[in-house]
């Protein structure tokens, strides 16, 4: 005996009227479940037919996280790094209407000036919803990473994104941690140095 599956998913875009900017790819399969919100770097070349490599994994991923949709954004609306006010617009929108918002542009952007003004201009729109906001990990720990990334090609883990203010007093406390480890090591050995170490790592 036989036994057939339907499925449809359903694809909204979003342009500028000339074309030059694309705003929004949004993929639904299941309306009854909860929404995601993913931004990128630079638009693609996607379309309501055509399917990117990237898209796929995104919708792949997403779906087995059990997810019922994906409206993808990016920072910039054209591929050569170009925004303007109805881009923000219509992320802030998506933003409204999604459960969780991931932050998947990549660790490439940290050296190039204008993406991190672009990104420092994004969070603070999209600053009321920081409780929502996430980033993409791999089963190594490595996270701010982009859907084609070799380590995230089979499964996705979501942790919470954390602000370089946040992340700082963190970061000092490592710092910290590593010092006093060094420290102790230096004048009374392995075993104190593990005490010390624990309890500074405590106050995190």
Not at 106 to 121: H, K, L, V
Not at 131 to 143: D, E, L, R, V
Request: with cysteine; aromatic share 4%; hydrophobic share 35%.
């Amino acid at each position: 005996m036989s036994i057939t599956a339907t499925s449809t998913m359903e694809t909204t875009i979003m342009r500028s009227e000339d074309g030059a900017h694309r705003y929004l790819l949004s993929k639904e399969w299941d309306a009854k479940k909860p929404q995601a919100m993913l931004i990128m770097l630079c638009a693609g070349t996607a379309n309501a037919v055509d399917v990117d490599m990237t898209t796929m994994l995104v919708v792949k991923n997403l779906h087995q996280l059990d997810f019922g949709g994906v409206s993808i954004c990016n920072l910039f609306s054209t591929s050569g790094k170009e925004t303007d006010e109805e881009n923000d617009r219509i992320i802030l929108n998506a933003a409204m209407n999604s459960e969780t918002i991931i932050f998947g542009w990549g660790t490439g952007s940290a050296t190039n000036p204008m993406t991190q003004r672009r990104i420092s201009e994004v969070l603070e729109l999209l600053r009321p919803y920081q409780k929502q906001t996430y980033c993409i990990a791999a089963p190594n720990g490595k996270s701010g990473l982009h859907p084609l990334a070799p380590a995230l090609r089979e499964r996705w883990r979501l942790v919470p994104w954390i602000t370089p203010h946040e992340a700082a007093p963190q970061e000092k406390a490592k710092t910290t941690s590593m010092k006093t480890e060094k420290k102790t090591v230096s004048l009374t050995g392995g075993v104190q140095s593990s005490a010390v170490n624990s309890k500074v790592d405590s106050t995190q």
